[in-house]
């Protein structure tokens, strides 16, 4: 069976693969092989990867909300668009999550010319800056020109001393974080020229799609109890991450949710955190 991805390459449809996913999502794999055993009775020669997520996703959502939510991250992250302004506070968050102190949007005069620092984020004596990239579809990269066009910012930003979290601090590192993935060119061009890079596949062990699992540091896009408007107002208050609802109940109550849907959309943050 020959299915579409998202850039219009054609592939066989791998059903071991789509088992994996739905198992990585909290699914049992009897519920897997029956997710996977009824999407492969319905699936046609020449179907898109998008309509096959579609499927697993609604068939996976009527067994456990929470676990649909892992399955839907990607396009949880890609909600946080499309100007990227939320997806810089979500990386903020997962520094923070890592004891980083973090600012955001800061505007700094380099030797050469003005610059807008997404993030900068602090540990120990280490400061860094972080230039977040992001794209709206799963298939675009972040090819070698992003961390040349970052690198040489950087190397405008280095040399200078600034009060950031204190007085007198230089900007010692380098980060660029995007949603989507790298190129292999812009990969080996990061390593070379000590940038380090974050991206949904990359590095491996590290990755967005890994580390979320690490302290429920998932936004709140990916709760399939929340309709699209109710998510973009919680982003509006601040509230970026699904566990911190767990404080900010009121929230849920002041966007007017209804106590019964409270309860379920409460019940699902349970389920993902297992916080409460």
């Known amino acids: 069976m020959k299915i579409v991805k998202h850039s219009g ?5 791998n059903p071991e693969k789509l088992v994996e996913s739905l198992l990585k999502s909290g699914a049992d794999s009897f519920t897997a092989e029956a997710i996977v055993k009824e999407i492969t009775s319905e699936i046609y020669e020449g179907i898109s990867t998008k309509n096959i997520y579609k499927k697993a996703f609604a068939l996976l959502k009527k067994h456990t909300n929470s676990h649909a939510a892992r399955y839907n991250l990607r396009a949880a992250i890609e909600m946080l668009g499309p100007e990227g302004f939320y997806f810089e506070k979500y990386i903020a968050r997962l520094f923070e999550a890592e004891k980083y102190t973090t600012k955001t949007n800061v505007v700094l005069q ?38 040349m066009y970052v690198f040489s910012r950087f190397n405008d930003l280095r040399h200078k001393t600034y009060n950031l979290f204190s007085s007198k601090e230089k900007i010692t590192d380098c980060w660029i974080v ?10 080996a061009f990061a ?30 896009t990916c709760l399939t109890t929340l309709s699209r408007a109710e998510k973009e107002k919680i982003l509006l208050l601040d509230v970026i991450l699904v566990k911190e609802l767990v404080d900010n109940r009121s929230i849920l109550k002041e966007i007017g949710i209804s106590s019964n849907r409270i309860k379920n959309v409460l019940k699902e943050v349970s389920e993902l955190c297992k916080c409460f």
């Open 9 to 13: 390459a054609v592939v066989n449809f």
């Open 191 to 220: 390593e070379c020229s000590g940038i380090n890079l974050l991206s949904w596949d990359y590095p491996e062990k590290r990755s967005l799609k890994s580390r979320n699992n690490i302290d429920c540091l998932y936004p709140v």
């Open 110 to 147: 380099g030797n050469c010319v003005m610059h807008e620092v997404d993030i900068l984020i602090k540990k120990n004596d280490m400061v860094a800056m972080v230039e977040c990239k992001f794209h709206g579809g799963k298939e675009a990269a972040s090819d070698v020109k992003v961390p």
């Open 178 to 187: 995007t949603n989507t993935r790298f190129t292999a060119d812009a990969i």
